[in-house]
């Protein structure tokens, strides 16, 4: 529905943490950037909120019990400090003079927080920084007494990471960061006499009020367009009713998209200052889910209900439930927790069987359905029997795997030489890949035909 560019970030393309976020990220329960002391919007259970939520980073040594309070994830060590980077971070590490860093392996899932995260030491130390962010790894990097900590790591030893918010942001799905607060409590806040606070510029910011969202944007530098000071973009809060606002990043930064009303297609909305759209680090976006249609996609009625489901494993585990659909869409999901574990040369499977079979007859071109995934980068398939019997693996286009986090509609053709009417009599996720076994959880919408006739 619309969109509007986020949190400040590391604009010095010489720098190794150019396009990095300055506060917190949170991303569909993945921790993406530790927090810094700006206030962020936060999603949670279905509610959004400005505040500054804290938390606690701590590395333990499993041996000793030593324990060393992480001062940030994904962004660049402080002096004296200890910092966590991440696959998301990027392919490697930035280069720090005086830096020790060691790999730590055995990372199952992206990394989320509330959680501990049981890893396994390296036991090699490089200096320097630029050390490679594999997947399935993080890397601490530290100076001066963090140094300490990392060398007391012996290899082969296990290390346990826990990033925990404070109450009451214990169940935060979604937050990013701005850098002031506007309003607090429908009150002006009191502002700093800095010229990026007094002076007129283009402005991004985000309000809340009456159960309300509200994204502005305000074009500057422009002949037709002075922009606004932070001041006067607390006054256009009070006015339109905000409870709570806060600043974004401004200046070339400052875009909106939003919806064209006759094609749905997102437009842009302002008048970028640079001329044209700026690369930037995060965005917030506004999507829609009906209550009615809480799985949107082609127009298509469900005829699988999510009880016709049993679950079949090979060198696998696995359970199912029924629940509230996760990411703020209305309506029920079906749930799917496994582990993959299979021997080496071997592949482990888990198995949603369907009874009865979903029916496809010959105007039917594939299968469509709504995954809520967790880039596990497992390879999830279908399997179809035809009139003959004849078995059809069918692959999704996407390319098979889930490699991505949150709602996706999936769809699986028809191969042309599935010959009659067929039935779907499976999904399933499997693994042959040694190094990518493992546990995930992934959530499945209501199965429906895609036709060919209108689509």
């Not at 991303?27 to 530790?34: H, N, R």
């Not at 309070?69 to 002096?79: G, L």
């Not at 606002?245 to 919806?259: C, E, K, P, R, W």
């Not at 927790?337 to 198995?351: F, I, S």
């Amino acid at each position: 529905m619309a969109a509007v560019n986020a949190d400040f970030f590391q604009t010095d393309r010489s720098a190794t943490t150019y396009g990095v976020p300055l506060g917190l990220h949170v991303e569909q329960g993945e921790l993406v950037a530790s927090l810094m002391d700006y206030p962020a919007i936060v999603f949670q259970e279905g509610r959004a909120y400005l505040e500054n939520p804290r938390m606690v980073t701590r590395a333990t040594c499993g041996e000793t019990g030593t324990r060393f309070d992480i001062d940030s994830i994904n962004r660049r060590v402080s002096w004296g400090q200890l910092a966590v980077f991440t696959p998301t971070f990027g392919e490697r590490t930035p280069a720090l003079e005086g830096a020790r860093e060691m790999v730590l392996t055995g990372l199952e899932r992206p990394f989320q927080f509330n959680t501990y995260h049981l890893l396994e030491a390296t036991g090699e130390i490089q200096a320097g920084g630029g050390t490679p962010l594999e997947e399935g790894t993080v890397v601490l990097s530290a100076t001066g007494a963090g140094i300490d900590f990392i060398e007391s790591l012996q290899p082969g030893g296990e290390v346990r990471l826990v990033a925990a918010f404070l109450p009451p942001y214990q169940t935060i799905t979604d937050a990013l960061a701005g850098s002031h607060y506007l309003l607090q409590g429908g009150e002006k806040m009191e502002l700093d006499s800095r010229p990026l606070v007094t002076g007129r510029h283009p402005r991004t910011a985000v309000g809340t009020g009456s159960g309300e969202i509200l994204l502005i944007t305000v074009d500057g530098r422009r002949s037709e367009a002075a922009g606004m000071s932070l001041h006067e973009l607390a006054d256009f809060f009070q006015f339109l009713g905000a409870e709570e606002a806060i600043n974004l990043d401004g200046g070339g930064s400052t875009t909106m998209l939003a919806a064209n009303p006759l094609t749905g297609s997102l437009e842009l909305a302002n008048r970028p200052s640079d001329g044209v759209e700026r690369a930037v680090s995060n965005s917030l976006l506004i999507t829609y889910r009906s209550e009615e249609d809480p799985f949107p996609g082609p127009e298509q009625e469900s005829t699988l209900s999510r009880d016709q489901f049993s679950t079949q494993v090979v060198n696998a585990r696995a359970s199912l439930a029924v629940v509230d659909a996760p990411g703020d869409v209305a309506g029920e999901a079906l749930r799917l927790d496994y582990e993959l574990e299979a021997p080496p040369g071997e592949t482990g499977a888990a198995y949603l069987n369907l009874t009865p079979p979903l029916i496809l007859d010959d105007s039917t071109s594939g299968l469509g359905v709504w995954v809520y995934g967790d880039g596990s980068g497992h390879w999830l398939r279908a399997q179809a029997l035809d009139s003959m019997e004849r078995t059809y693996f069918l692959d999704a286009a996407e390319g098979g795997r889930v490699n991505w986090r949150g709602w996706n509609y999936v769809q699986f053709p028809i191969p042309e030489e599935l010959e009659g009417s067929a039935r779907i009599i499976r999904l399933y996720l499997a693994e042959f890949r040694e190094e990518q076994m493992g546990p995930g959880t992934i959530y499945f919408g209501p199965l429906q035909p895609i036709n060919n006739q209108g689509d």
